[in-house]
């Protein structure tokens, strides 16, 4: 079964910088668009980020445009975002999302049902 596992979460003040990785077990990650979500206490998912495979478009919600930025580093096949001028409203749990690759689906990067696996998740404080 395939496997997907967050890492780089953390606590940090208003301004701050994290980076978070999404590394997959036993698959090629440039064969799947990724994506990361992240639902905060009461509230529900909510999409960030994304990015193809092989091509490597890049999606994002205007919440956080111009402030995270996602990557893939296919050397170390991990998909990774970096999360600049991070604010309270960020404080969240990040969530990586494999979506299989195929050149006949069209990509819904924002779209929860398209993923077929999920990590646990990774915890993001910001404090004020």
């Known amino acids: 079964q395939v496997q997907v596992e967050e890492s780089g979460g953390g606590w940090v003040q208003t301004g701050g910088s994290l980076s978070l990785s999404c590394a997959p077990s036993?698959?090629?990650?440039?064969?799947?668009?990724v994506g990361w979500f992240r639902r905060a206490p009461g509230e529900l998912q909510e999409f960030v980020a994304a990015?193809?495979?092989?091509?490597?478009?890049?999606y994002y919600s205007d919440s956080v445009k111009g402030r995270f930025s996602i990557s893939r580093d296919n050397a170390k096949n991990t998909v990774n975002l970096l999360m600049d001028d991070l604010k309270p409203e960020d404080t969240a749990v990040y969530y990586c999302a494999l979506d299989r690759y195929a050149a006949w689906k069209t990509f819904f990067p924002s779209s929860v049902a398209r993923y077929d696996t999920w990590g646990q998740g990774t915890q993001v404080t910001v404090s004020s």
């Open positions: 036993d698959l090629t990650i440039d064969d799947y668009n």
């Open positions: 990015i193809t495979a092989k091509d490597g478009r890049t």
